[in-house]
């Protein structure tokens, strides 16, 4: 994956996070959990993405 498409992908959620943010009217709370979980999955995402971290397919629940 190149850098530019990471970059773009890294814009395209962010604006949409503010999007949600901004524009859905919700609970503080539920928002602030909503921002935790989105800033997860990017950070989980970059480091599958520069190879930091191994893939996760054989990660199962038991």
Known sequence: ???ISI???LAVAGVVLWLL???IPMD???KSILNVVVVIVVVVWLLQS???LG???NI???
Do not use: E
């Open 7 to 9: 970059i773009v992908a």
């Open 50 to 52: 520069f190879g930091i």
């Open 28 to 30: 503080a709370k539920i």
């Open 55 to 57: 893939n996760m397919n």
């Open 21 to 23: 943010n901004t524009y």
């Open 60 to 62: 199962g629940i038991r």
């Open 1 to 3: 994956m190149s850098l």
